[in-house]
């Protein structure tokens, strides 16, 4: 075939491929136009997994009658006017490709009213032509229908998964929106259903009840940056929004939402940022829940890179990682409070007394925060210095701090305790062996022979020495000197079981040491004991879960006290 330039159709439709990838593109498309419009209130309806219809009605600026057709024009915009203005980008849109690549692949009508207009436009285009105008009246914004998509495109339309798949990437897109927009009111529809609506109270927190529920937000932390304390600002980066405390984490990532000056990204360079912050706080396999917004001038962040616009790149990538990673990480530390009586009470069904009744005042609801005078000694920021009362059926140690009564779980601190030596030791390749007397032979079948022979190595790092002897019999001379006395012949057959290649071996390792090493529940102790326990505990940076991410203690504040006992 002899070179020839495609005909307009043809490209128009190589272009929509880019940009409309499924149903969930177009409603990503309508919405970024909306919220560039200024809308305070955005309302989806969609059918048939959006290959029957979307619509999106807003209340923005409208379009200018003058200007309907133009916006169906490729490369049309109202955002961008110069190469300059690509250089700083601060709208959603700018490329001026959604509107006329949807109109290639599906019917779509649109009826706008921009401000200042008595009287608004209504178009109707098939196959990307106008094939109706008229005069329309309806108040200020925009609404765009969306019918019969890629029925013209099978090859697309084959591609397509189940309704529900469909469905579901509809509401994450309005889902991820709601949460960075939370001034705008955000109403979903499908099939006649109402999935989602948002208040718009300007609150994330509003958001994150509607998107996630009352349990995740009641659990989420305000990111505290605080990039420029101490005068050397590291980047202009500044970092807003919620992180999840550790106790609900997610096996998924799908709970981490990036936003970049408020564009949904999907960067798992940066996502990589925030789990690092996260390290030694979640179990292994699981994942944080956050909403993070990134602001920074639009000239160092390119959003130019791809037709969905879902990438960036920034111009400085060490101080964004560095800036997420340590305002994610301080906010964490400082503020993952001592979980309360009335939370625990609730968290195991055990009836507590009304809210209401047990509100203290500011001052004693406060997060733990170390007494000024012991700081410069304890390097710990997060618990103040305790005194022991006593131990509680065994398994609990009640001490008094400046602000109130601590009950700790044995268990759970002392392998804190132990999960942090041990990662210290083996980072100085220092852990502590012993040998056994008599090498021990250990079986295995032959699930945990494959996992074995691929972690033997990570598990000579933590003192472990174990060689092959024969088949599914391995030989052990050495143990981590903290399992000497214990069953670690069960802790390493736990281990293997618990199976699969990901999450990070090291850790745990680590963590199903200190679990088998650590004392137990049950265990009396004497008052050396758990003041020496205690000391440990106010060293770490966070004591306040075991690695497991659960707590490893509560707080009864002397707020609460007063209150319970009715005491001003
Ligand atoms: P882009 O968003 O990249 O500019 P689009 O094809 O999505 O390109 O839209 C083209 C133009 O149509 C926009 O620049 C904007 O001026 C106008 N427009 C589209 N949707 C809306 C809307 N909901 N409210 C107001 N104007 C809109
Ligand atoms: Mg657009």
Not at 214 to 221: G, S, T
Request: charged share 20%; proline share 5%.
């Amino acid at each position: 075939m002899p070179i020839r330039v495609l005909d307009p159709q043809v490209v128009s439709r190589i272009a929509a491929g880019e940009v409309v990838e499924r149903p969930a593109s177009v409603v990503k498309e309508l919405v970024e136009n909306s919220l560039d419009a200024g809308s305070s209130q955005i309302s989806i309806e969609v059918r048939g997994g959006g290959v029957s219809l979307i619509r999106v009605m807003d209340n923005g600026s409208g379009i200018p009658s003058g200007e309907v057709e133009l916006a169906f024009d490729q490369y049309a915009t109202s955002k961008i006017s110069s190469l300059d203005d690509l250089e700083s980008i601060s709208s959603l849109g700018f490329r001026g490709e959604a509107l006329p690549s949807i109109a290639a692949v599906a019917q779509v009508d649109i009826a706008t009213r921009a401000a200042g207009e008595s009287v608004g436009t209504y178009l109707s285009l098939q196959d990307g032509v106008v094939v109706n105008r008229e005069s329309h009246g309806r108040s200020q914004g925009t609404t765009v229908t969306v019918k019969g998509l890629f029925r013209k495109v099978p090859a697309r339309l084959k591609f397509l998964k189940s309704l529900v798949t469909e469905n579901s990437h509809i509401a994450n897109v309005v889902s991820r929106y709601a949460l960075a927009f939370p001034e705008v009111k955000f109403a979903l529809f499908i099939d006649g259903r109402a999935v989602l609506t948002t208040p718009g109270s300007g609150r994330l927190i509003d958001s994150i009840i509607e998107v996630y529920g009352l349990e995740v937000a009641q659990n989420m932390l305000e990111i505290e940056d605080r990039g420029w304390e101490g005068g050397t600002a590291i980047s202009s980066v500044l970092v807003t929004g919620m992180v999840g405390s550790p106790r609900i984490s997610r096996s998924s990532r799908d709970y981490l939402s990036l936003f970049v000056n408020r564009r949904w990204t999907s960067s798992r360079w940066l996502a990589w940022a925030v789990e690092e912050a996260y390290h030694g706080l979640l179990m292994a396999g699981k994942h944080p829940v956050a909403i993070i917004n990134l602001s920074l001038p639009p000239k160092e962040v390119d959003v130019n890179i791809h037709p969905t616009k879902s990438e960036v790149k920034f111009q400085n990538e060490h101080a964004v990682f560095g800036a997420v990673q340590k305002a994610v990480r301080q906010t964490l530390i400082r503020l993952m409070p001592v979980p309360k009586i009335e939370e625990v009470a609730t968290a195991y069904g055990v009836p507590s007394v009304p809210r209401q009744e047990l509100a203290v005042s500011a001052e004693a609801e406060g997060i733990v925060t170390p007494s000024p005078l012991l700081a410069p000694q304890t390097p710990a920021v997060t618990l103040p210095a305790l005194r022991i009362l006593g131990q509680l059926s065994s398994s609990y140690i009640i001490a008094e701090g400046p602000d109130g009564l601590y009950l700790i779980d044995q268990h759970a601190a002392h392998e804190r305790i132990l999960f942090e030596r041990l990662k210290a030791q083996r980072l100085r390749q220092e852990v502590e062996v012993q040998g056994l007397l008599q090498p021990v032979i250990f079986e295995v079948n032959p699930r945990q022979e494959e996992v074995l022979k691929a972690q033997c190595e990570n598990l000579a790092q933590f003192g472990f020495s174990i060689e092959p002897f024969g088949e599914r019999t391995f030989l052990v001379r050495a143990v981590p000197a903290l399992l000497a006395n214990k069953d670690w012949t069960e802790m390493v057959r736990e281990l293997l079981d618990s199976g699969g290649e990901r999450g990070d071996w090291g850790e745990r390792i680590a963590i199903s040491i200190a679990c088998h090493s650590a004392v137990k529940a049950g265990q009396v102790l004497t008052d050396d004991e758990m003041r020496e326990l205690v000391r440990q505990l106010e060293q770490i940076t966070t004591p306040h879960t075991c690695p497991h991410g659960r707590p490893t203690m509560i707080r009864l504040s002397l707020g609460q006290l007063r209150n319970e006992f009715g005491r001003r």
